[in-house]
């Protein structure tokens, strides 16, 4: 009691300027409280009347189109495994269904059946027997069987030993079977052995224009240097210096000799 009535006596010992400010300030409090339980805020967001007038033309096309006994979803023949967000809704797929085959996907992996294809979604039996009849697989997961051919003991026989031939008794026709050999190189390689009657190491293949340097590999890898018999020779002791610079690999120091 003795609590209570120094409470009290607090309370009065205020102004009545102090004690009409607390009062007025309980007031608000209970009246703000009592606007936020009974008045509905969901009227505030009032809609423009264009708004209103599409959104109830929408309704207006969303019954018609769902609810119309006539109405009939045109399906085309699709590959589940790219079946997209609205893909799925429209074929009646649910939001955890669709998920499931994207995250099945993310892994780079692909459904190759009906069956597949439920064991990852985990659609209905009624909804697959609705759309899987619209499946369309690629050909070769159609025909796995197809796929695996019978080889031949022939075809797995060694391959046959390269003949190497030599250079000095290739045709043009011979050298034009090396790939990156056309025409006009051929004609450049025989003229270049006409010119000293025969070739006398491979690596004169490197003073022939338009040869590349894989060409010349290649040319290496098919032809030889066997015999030069018809190479043309002279005296050398009474050769002159136009006769010798008709001979390649001669360094141009040579005549310090």
Do not use: C, H
Not at 92 to 99: A, N, P, Q, T
Not at 172 to 196: A, C, F, N
Not at 233 to 253: G, H, R, Y
């Amino acid at each position: 009691m003795i609590k209570d009535n120094s409470f009290i006596k607090s309370i009065l010992s205020y102004s009545k300027s102090q004690r009409i400010g607390i009062i007025l300030f309980f007031l608000i409090i209970v009246f703000v409280q009592g606007i936020y339980y009974f008045y509905d805020f969901n009227n505030l967001a009032s809609d423009t009347p264009e708004e209103s007038k599409w959104m109830a033309n929408q309704s207006m096309i969303d019954s018609l189109k769902f609810e119309s006994k006539n109405y009939k979803l045109t399906i085309y023949p699709f590959n589940p495994n790219f079946i997209t967000d609205f893909k799925g809704y429209k074929l009646g797929m649910s939001v955890s269904e669709i998920d499931r085959l994207l995250a099945f996907r993310k892994q780079n992996k692909f459904v190759n059946s009906t069956a597949e294809f439920q064991a990852v979604t985990k659609v209905s039996d009624s909804l697959l027997k609705a759309i899987s009849p619209y499946f369309k697989f690629p050909d070769w997961v159609n025909n796995k069987k197809n796929n695996f051919k019978s080889f031949d003991k022939k075809e797995f026989q060694k391959p046959e030993k390269i003949v190497v031939l030599n250079i000095n008794e290739a045709s043009k026709e011979d050298l034009m079977k090396v790939y990156g050999i056309g025409d006009k190189i051929s004609d450049r390689i025989l003229t270049e052995k006409q010119k000293y009657g025969a070739f006398v190491s491979m690596e004169q293949m490197d003073d022939i224009w338009g040869l590349s340097p894989e060409v010349i590999e290649k040319l290496k890898a098919s032809f030889t240097v066997k015999s030069a018999a018809n190479a043309k020779k002279i005296a050398i002791n009474n050769a002159s210096v136009k006769e010798l610079t008709q001979f390649p690999f001669l360094d141009t120091n040579w005549q310090k000799i």
